[in-house]
T-cell receptor, first 115, second 113 residues
Framework: KAGVTQTPRYLIKTRGQQVTLSCSPISGHRSVSWYQQTPGQGLQFLFEYFSETQRNKGNFPGRFSGRQFSNSRSEMNVSTLELGDSALYLC??????????????FGQGTRLTVV | AQSVTQLGSHVSVSEGALVLLRCNYSSSVPPYLFWYVQYPNQGLQLLLKYTSAATLVKGINGFEAEFKKSETSFHLTKPSAHMSDAAEYFCAVRNQAGTALIFGKGTTLSVSS
């Protein structure tokens, strides 16, 4: 079956703009999490959505937001972009909510560059 | 709160040599631990996971890891490195609510011929 699909793969934006990234989960997966990966901070958890509701949120400013649709696809939005938002944004999906030993399946990521 | 520490940001080995990537965890509850691998410009792929069923966990591509509670460690090993093993490796633990992965800083593995 198809894996986790993230679009677009690459994106260049200007400071102050906003951006929307998309994540389509594996069929049947209802939980979508987002992570930011930078050389300095490594992989950091942004938020998780399940059944169209944000269930958990990491320590990021309110400029970072997301949503989930009824088909489990998720989008994340970053407003008023800053140079420091340049990163690889990864989404990960699991079949259900929680589940400590559940494997998370990752997409290939969206590389965002802010200039 | 859970956390993981990966010792050594960069490990270099020769082809055919033993691979040892170190991970120590901190957790107030029984941890659920994972090792992921990331190739350049790619997402993360699960190598193996510890779920308390067995302390020695075998994963894909010949990797294995041993959970040692007394040492709070979950080190990743492979008896014989291949060139194709060159990548970045991440140790991770699930948070207590089971809703997020907490990652170590990663270890870049280089393999020379």
């Amino acid at each position: 079956k198809a894996g986790v699909t993230q679009t677009p793969r690459y994106l260049i934006k200007t400071r102050g703009q906003q951006v929307t990234l998309s994540c389509s989960p594996i069929s049947g997966h209802r939980s979508v999490s987002w992570y930011q990966q930078t050389p300095g901070q490594g992989l950091q958890f942004l938020f998780e959505y399940f059944s169209e509701t944000q269930r958990n949120k990491g320590n990021f400013p309110g400029r970072f937001s997301g949503r989930q649709f009824s088909n489990s696809r998720s989008e994340m939005n970053v407003s008023t972009l800053e140079l420091g938002d340049s990163a690889l944004y990864l989404c990960a999906t699991t079949p259900g909510y929680g589940g400590e030993n559940t494997e998370a399946f990752f997409g290939q990521g969206t590389r965002l560059t802010v200039v | 709160a859970q956390s993981v520490t990966q010792l050594g940001s960069h490990v270099s080995v020769s082809e055919g040599a033993l691979v040892l990537l170190r991970c120590n965890y901190s957790s107030s509850v029984p941890p659920y631990l994972f090792w992921y691998v990331q190739y350049p410009n790619q997402g993360l792929q699960l190598l193996l996971k510890y779920t308390s069923a067995a302390t020695l966990v075998k994963g894909i591509n010949g990797f294995e890891a041993e959970f040692k509670k007394s040492e709070t460690s979950f080190h990743l090993t492979k008896p014989s490195a291949h060139m194709s093993d060159a990548a970045e490796y991440f140790c991770a633990v699930r948070n207590q609510a089971g809703t997020a992965l907490i990652f170590g800083k990663g270890t870049t593995l280089s393999v020379s011929s």
